[in-house]
């Protein structure tokens, strides 16, 4: 049942986004939705042309993100014809605004005629390779957030969520490109050395706090799936060394020409 108030009142809300992303970009629909998480602002302007950027406050329905590095704007950008819907941060369950806050960029993404759209992250690595900076596809999530964004009586299917197809053309773009299961705890605290120990136990690879929900959502709402994440930093007691979210800004900007190029292609191939 996709018929629950709560469902139906969030489907509103991003149809009204959508109509007013369409007015102040001036392209009325858009093919390709992208979420931009932490590190990964700066691989924005590799992906086109920037036809339209825009504060997402300037959009009914979208919060303000609350985290430093989420610049909080909206792009449209030509990528050789293709219009890309770019979301330069993102609201996260920790902000305690609730589910739909937190998926009303996927469901204004669906809203506004996309068909696929690519979820960014920075996040924690389990594997002691994965050097800050390493790009990683996600495979499958595990959810330990505790938390659903579906309403009511909604049976969604999450057998290969994250696209096989396009994980594929994401292969072929970067061969070396590792692939791992994306874990999502609530935060905003990092996690114990312990719960690292548990997330290894049950074939986690990455750990972060923001993809799981907006991927469930994006399969509810029709999308196909890509889910990039970069590790930003080792899992909470590998390193020796605290987590500070400094290291995360940083392995994105030594990080930008590889995740842009790869976000380039893959917008263009898919
Ligand atoms: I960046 O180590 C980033 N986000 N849960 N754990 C979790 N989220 C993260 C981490 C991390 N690093």
Redesign the pocket.
């Known amino acids: 049942m996709t018929n629950h108030p709560a469902t139906i009142e969030a489907a509103q809300r991003a149809q009204e986004s959508a109509e007013a992303i369409a007015a102040l970009t001036g392209q009325p629909t858009h093919d390709i939705g992208v979420v931009l998480g932490?590190?990964w602002a700066p691989a924005a302007r590799m992906l086109g042309e920037v036809v339209a950027d825009v504060p997402v406050t300037d959009v009914p329905h979208f919060a303000a993100p609350a985290v430093e590095g989420h610049a909080g704007r909206i792009l449209s950008v030509d990528a050789d014809g293709t219009r890309v819907l770019v979301f330069l941060g993102r609201t996260h369950l920790y902000e305690e605004r609730g589910v739909d806050a937190v998926t009303h960029g996927v469901r204004t993404v669906a809203a506004s005629g996309a068909r696929m759209v690519v979820l960014t992250?920075?996040?924690?690595g389990l594997n002691a390779d994965w050097s800050p900076g390493t790009p990683v596809l996600i495979r499958d999530h595990i959810n330990l957030t505790g938390a659903s964004p579906l309403h009511g009586t909604h049976f969604v299917d999450l057998t290969d969520l994250y696209s096989p197809r396009l994980r594929g053309i994401c292969r072929e773009i970067d061969p070396s490109l590792p692939e791992a299961v994306y874990t999502q705890?609530r935060?905003p605290m990092?996690?114990t050395p312990a719960e690292i120990g548990m997330v290894r136990a049950i074939g986690g690879g990455l750990?972060?706090?923001s993809t799981a929900l907006e991927a469930i959502v994006a399969r509810a709402v029709g999308l196909e799936i890509l889910g990039l994440s970069l590790v930003?930093?080792l899992?909470?007691g590998m390193s020796g060394a605290p987590?500070n979210?400094e290291e995360?800004l940083e392995a994105g900007h030594a990080a930008a020409e590889r995740m842009g190029g790869i976000l380039a292609r893959v917008v263009r191939e898919a």
């Open positions: 932490s590190g992250n920075g996040c924690g705890f935060g990092y996690e750990v972060g706090m930003t930093n899992a909470a987590l979210h995360v």
